[in-house]
Nanobody
Framework: QVQLEESGGGLVHPGDSLRLSCAAS????????MAWFRQAPGKEREVVAT????????NYADSVEGRFTISRENAKNTLYLQMNTLSPEDTAVYYC????????????????WGHGTQVTVSS
């Protein structure tokens, strides 16, 4: 089992940027597919971005394509999400998740989750 802890959330204005981090412990992240999900109030949890174990394959939700970048540093056991040009629609709790081998866009396929970090975009 991998323990995950997100950080970097906060309150920002529309158009601002934020960088989320997800620190892992318990196991080395190499060999794990990873993802960022988010959940807004009253909505289901949705995938934001996924990344393969070596970072070679990355996929994004249409709503964040071109604005968000997922990356990872296996040597530091850390996953990142760079979020640019934020809008109020990006307001949500952001979660990182890990699963062995290939990443998935489906939340139920991830056994390991962080507790989430709140991102609020408001003028």
């Amino acid at each position: 089992q991998v323990q995950l802890e997100e950080s970097g959330g906060g309150l920002v204005h529309p158009g601002d940027s934020l960088r989320l981090s997800c620190a892992a412990s318990g196991r080395a992240l190499a060999g794990y597919g990873m993802a960022w999900f988010r959940q807004a109030p009253g909505k289901e949890r949705e995938v934001v971005a996924t990344i393969s174990w070596n970072g070679a394959v990355r996929n994004y939700a249409d709503s964040v394509e071109g604005r968000f970048t997922i990356s990872r540093e296996n040597a530091k056991n850390t996953l990142y999400l760079q979020m640019n040009t934020l809008s109020p629609e990006d307001t949500a709790v952001y979660y990182c998740a890990a699963r062995r081998f290939a990443p998935s866009q489906f939340a139920h396929e991830y056994p390991d989750w962080g507790h989430g970090t709140q991102v609020t975009v408001s003028s």
